[in-house]
């Protein structure tokens, strides 16, 4: 039969939440200890642009995809309405059924304010459950999403705040496997977000951005109240710099820092840590999470990850980006370079990203050559994003 935990692992593995080119135990010096969550999809990057620039997208001039990364930026969207698709096949390299399909698109209420709404949908493709001696059970197609709904104002002319609301459903096994009986996972969440920029008149100068996501209730899969699992509760802190060297060329280049508010594994054996761990409230996980790392201090600073990326604009109708995606070797070891290009002309864009091959044999990046597309639309008839 397959326990509820099993049911997770076998997702966080399909969207490399845990997956990573790791060596094989006879090389391995660091002691792995990856924090994990039930719907990590929500922390995938939907969108093409922010991609391609290694999931840099915090602090990035605002487009139709601002609800995914930070509400806050929405108001300052030059058009008054828009909208955008997304489509990723997911571990192309490995499999050819599962993927994540994104929309998401704002609407002006007036010039200080602003609803959004954004949806994410996970195919985890097709699934043969087996018994715990390798016997076929019943198959099944997992499946993922999540639904916000979000309120931006601007606080100034130079900043913004905006909050949101999510729902999260996730149906990992469909029912009954193996006499044990499974239930669609369901939660509610909400987001919280800043922005603020310095830039003057042509568009040069800093901008941050500020995001906590996904704080909400923990989901469960069966009926058993000790088998809740948190969410990928996050924080994420993001700085960019413009450079408008003419009416035509612009660079940005940023940094993001996101860390998980989820409670770090104990260690394996010590019972009575991990019942402390499951049985820890949301709101205190949030707090702990800074400082309940088995080893400290120096295990704590490597649950950080930090994007990388640049941006060159010409026209404002042609970009290519690049980037650079950090997680310790330790705590999941997605490392990965990224690129893409974008396009746009009126009211209508294009962007794709591609993530470079790295590594090979066991070395190699399950990630490697995964594609994103996004379109986006103005609605308002302005010919911006």
Known sequence: MMRPTALKLTAAILIL?????????????DKLNVVTTAVPFLRIAPDARAAGMGDL???????????????????????????SASYTPWLKDILNDVYLA?????????????????????????IQFTDNLGNDLNTFRPREFGFDVGYSRKLSEKSGLGVGLKYIYSNLAGG?????????????????AFYSHGHNSSGQGWSFGAALTNLGSK???TDNADQKDYIPANLGLGTAYTAVFNESNKLTVGVDVNKLLVPTPP???DQQALADYRSKSVVSSWFSSFGDAPDGFNEEIKEFQVSVGAEYVYNNQFAVRMGYFHEDKTKGNRRYFS??????????????????????????NPLSNT??????FDLSGTGTN
């Open 57 to 83: 997208a915090l602090a990035t001039s605002p487009d139709n995809n601002s609800a995914f990364w930070n509400l806050g930026k929405i108001p300052f969207n030059e058009g008054n309405a828009g909208i």
């Open 176 to 192: 009954a496997v193996g006499g044990n009986t499974y239930k669609a996972g369901n939660a509610v969440a909400g987001d919280i």
């Open 339 to 364: 690129m893409g290009v974008g396009i746009k002309y009126s009211s209508f864009g294009l962007d794709f990203s591609y993530l470079l091959p790295s590594g090979s044999g066991v070395d190699r």
């Open 267 to 269: 260690e394996e054996g």
């Open 371 to 376: 594609l994103r597309f996004s379109l986006h």
């Open 17 to 29: 939440v845990l997956v990573a080119p790791l060596k094989p135990k006879a090389q391995q010096v």
């Open 219 to 221: 989901i469960a899969y």
């Open 102 to 126: 994104a929309l998401a698109g704002y609407f002006k209420l007036d010039d200080q304010q602003a609803l959004s709404a954004s949806l994410r949908y996970f195919n985890l493709g097709n």
